[in-house]
């Protein structure tokens, strides 16, 4: 049943007002803590997901054709199709852009932090920074009119411009954790939300600032996050707990509206009166043709955590979420095509032979195949549904992946197509390597190590004296060999072609995830919490360098003797050029985590990891 809710605007004193904002205001970002990126000329890119891999954190449409998306590290999006075909726009900055809002059809404006304003004369096509006095994380921007508009953002900050964002002047205004939304009634009139049971409102544009209880009578206290207004009088806030709040007299009064869902929204956009869709990171999305008297699910099919919505009147909708994730509509949200394409399976290895075809495995037997240097993958068929851990090429034609439940599968056509090979086990193998055409090992679940001598056609079991996960194995030649051991951590040698593995005597090695040695001395592992081991005798001796993160690496690779890469599960990326003696952090691309590395014939490099994502740095690295 709908409840009519009274407005009840209480006028505190300043102090007061900001004490009690302090104490309602919870935290809603999850990047509001993200470190800024460390700058690097490596030339890092997206080759999937596409247009590229992104969290994206806000959308805007300046008419039903033209819209903007932002994200991290500067990213802007830009279509001029309604949403059909996106392209990545240069922002020149490295920061998180979190909210971008239309003044006019021409006219653009972007924020983020640290107390970073962009502006756009061309529709988007170009940015300029527009100077500012704060660092602080700038998180709304509204504007009532082509000149006049506000930002908000932390503790307290208030921008505000008359000439359409040319120039902007502070003010002291709600301070607080995080301000979530900003939303014009009129000229002077705005509300404000900071994830609290109650509004903020202004009358006089932003000069001061009052609490409005209204929303919170006669509800179970929501946090409100966000809203939008179809017109000066008809809008919607949403909120925690699937709460729907809708306005009809520009706030005076508060109707609560049933959403079926006891889930969070964290995003509410409307056409008109009529038309809205709602959601939140967990799902559902819902969407409204009768201005929030029923609510339902829309038809939009995405496992991505959504974080954003833009409707046109026209007709015209966006939604944005993880993973680059862009949901459009063209018939007022009723029903959703993802036009972010590419596969989205977790990828949790990759290889290339000499003649330049790249092979890339993970979750649910996903198997792709590049022939152009990793710029664009294609799925083959792997007769099989389990976890693919890891591939290797013995030449250019034969390769070999393993993974779960002792799935062993071959290629004698360079990956067009793969056919199985007898394990004798249904442990879950993690790694396997050649030393040369005939002479391969395999390691994996409870110490298990499988042996051939016939270029992989059968395999025999080996006993390792280990009951450890080993999730790696490096082959200087037939008779050297390194298997990593993750649970117990420490690495297993062989000096005997396998027929004797002991543990390496060094006690103080970390737990290891990745090793590639860059040639028969210098070699590198890497691990948790940032750990790299090098070693410039052959693996007698390791020693610890400094790696300057703490993030979990999971893998390693090598160009030459002098450049290479290793990746997290973060998503970091370092970078060194002397052999691994000293490492850089590299471009930050909010992936949501790398698990491994390997370079082509060329000197590109690719990385792969979660949702899909597959990177390139194409050419040598620069120091």
């Known amino acids: ?35 800024l990126p460390v700058a690097d000329d490596a030339a890092w890119a997206w080759a999937n997901p596409r247009p ?3 969290s994206l954190a806000a959308v805007a449409f300046a008419d039903d054709a033209v819209g903007l998306a932002v994200g991290p590290l500067g990213v802007i999006y830009r279509t001029a199709d309604g949403g059909a075909t996106w392209s990545l726009v240069p922002s020149g900055v490295g920061a998180q852009l979190n909210a971008v809002v239309w003044p006019s059809p ?12 962009l502006r756009s004369e061309d529709a988007g096509l170009s940015w300029t920074v527009v100077p500012t006095f704060t660092n602080g994380r700038l998180q709304c921007v509204a504007f009532a009119d082509p000149r006049h508009g506000m930002i908000l953002g932390s503790e307290g900050t208030v921008l505000r411009t008359a000439d359409g964002g040319v120039t902007w002047t502070g003010t002291a205004g709600p301070r607080g954790p995080f301000v979530s939304d900003l939303a014009y009634l009129d000229a002077q009139t705005a509300i404000a939300l900071t994830g609290s049971p109650f509004l903020l409102r202004t009358t006089d544009a932003g000069a001061t600032w009052n609490l409005d209880l209204s929303p919170a009578e006669g509800i179970d206290s929501p946090g409100l996050l966000a809203a939008a207004f179809a017109d000066p009088l008809t809008g919607t806030v949403v909120g925690t707990g699937g709460a729907i709040l809708r306005t009809a007299d520009g706030g005076a009064t508060w109707t609560a509206q049933a959403s079926g869902t006891t889930r969070d929204l964290d995003f509410v956009a409307c056409a008109d009166a009529a038309s809205a869709v709602a959601g939140g990171r967990e799902g559902p999305l819902l969407r409204t043709d009768d201005g929030g008297v029923t609510w339902h699910e829309a038809d939009a099919e995405t496992d991505q955590p959504l974080r954003g919505a833009a409707l046109t009147p026209g007709g015209t909708g966006v939604i944005i979420g993880a993973s680059g994730t862009l949901l459009c509509s063209t018939d007022h949200g009723a029903t959703w095509v993802d036009r972010t394409t590419g596969p989205r399976m977790k990828l949790h290895d990759l290889a290339f032979t000499a003649g330049g075809v790249g092979i890339a495995v993970g979750a649910g037997g996903t198997v792709l195949r590049t022939t152009d240097d990793g710029v664009t ?4 068929t792997s007769g099989t549904t389990a976890y693919l851990d890891d591939v290797t090429f013995i030449d250019d034609r034969q390769g070999f992946i393993v993974g779960m439940e002792g799935v062993i599968l071959a290629t004698a056509d360079a990956g067009l197509t793969w056919s199985p090979r007898a394990s004798g086990t249904d442990l879950s193998l993690e790694a396997v390597a050649f030393a040369n055409a005939l002479e391969g090992f395999i390691v994996g679940e409870a110490g298990v190590i499988l042996h051939s001598t016939d270029g992989g056609s059968t395999w025999t079991n080996q006993d390792s004296g280990s009951s450890d996960w080993l999730v790696r194995v490096e082959l200087l030649d037939a008779q050297r060999a390194f298997a ?3 649970s117990g951590g420490g690495i297993l040698v062989t000096t005997d072609g396998g027929r004797h593995w002991q543990p390496h005597p060094d006690a103080t090695l970390p737990r290891l995830r990745g090793i590639d040695f860059v040639d028969g001395d210098v070699g590198l592992a890497v691990g948790s919490e940032g750990a790299i081991a090098r070693t410039a005798d052959g ?10 993160t703490l993030e979990d690496l999971a893998d390693v690779a090598f160009r030459d003797a002098e450049f290479g890469v290793a990746a997290g599960r973060a998503g970091t990326l370092l970078h060194t050029w002397d052999g691994g003696r000293t490492w850089r952090l590299g471009a930050d691309m909010r992936a949501p985590g790398i698990w491994s590395v390997a370079f082509t014939p060329d000197g590109t490099a690719c990385a792969v990891g979660a949702n899909g994502a597959i990177l390139r740095r194409a050419g040598p690295g620069r120091r």
């Open 106 to 117: 021409g006219t653009a404006v972007a924020v983020g932090y640290p107390g970073t304003i």
């Open 52 to 54: 590229a891999g992104y």
């Open 1 to 35: 049943m709908r409840t009519p809710l009274r407005a009840r605007i209480l006028r505190l004193p300043l102090p007061l007002l900001l004490i009690l904002a302090t104490l309602l205001a919870t935290a809603c970002s999850d990047d509001a803590s993200a470190p």
């Open 484 to 486: 990593i051991g993750f």
């Open 539 to 548: 693996g007698a001796t390791w020693r610890r360098v400094a790696s300057g």
């Open 377 to 380: 993958w294609a799925a083959r």
